[in-house]
């Protein structure tokens, strides 16, 4: 089992940049793929972007390419997202989720795969 604890949110102007990180407890940290996943108030939780187990494989919403980084630090079992660019668009809670195996096939973007969360931490994009 694995429990997921973010941090980094925050209130930001637009154009400003955050990074946001996930720490995950367990000796298998590196045995999951990673995601961020965001909520933005009346919507559904939507994908933002995911990794694998070594981190050679990152994915990412259009939405956010080009603008945000998804890494991991397995000694540190720890997951991150850099944000630049920040848009008022951006504005949700965040997400880390964390699902059983290393490589993604094509299910990274879909909430429903993941097997732990966590509780979530806010960002605001003031324009």
């Known amino acids: 089992q694995v429990q997921l604890v973010e941090s980094g949110g925050g209130l930001v102007q637009a154009g400003g940049s955050l990074r946001l990180s996930c720490a995950g407890s367990g000796r298998t940290f590196s045995s999951y793929r990673m995601g961020w996943f965001r909520q933005a108030p009346g919507k559904e939780r939507a994908f933002v972007a995911a990794?694998?187990?070594?981190?050679?494989?990152?994915y990412y919403a259009d939405s956010v390419k080009g603008r945000f980084t998804i890494s991991r630090d397995n000694a540190k079992n720890t997951v991150y997202l850099q944000m630049n660019s920040l848009i008022s668009e951006d504005t949700a809670v965040y997400y880390c989720a964390a699902r059983r195996g290393r490589d993604y096939q094509s299910d990274y973007d879909y909430s429903g795969v993941y097997d732990y969360w966590g509780q979530g931490t806010q960002v605001t994009v003031s324009s």
């Open positions: 990794i694998n187990w070594s981190g050679a494989r990152t």
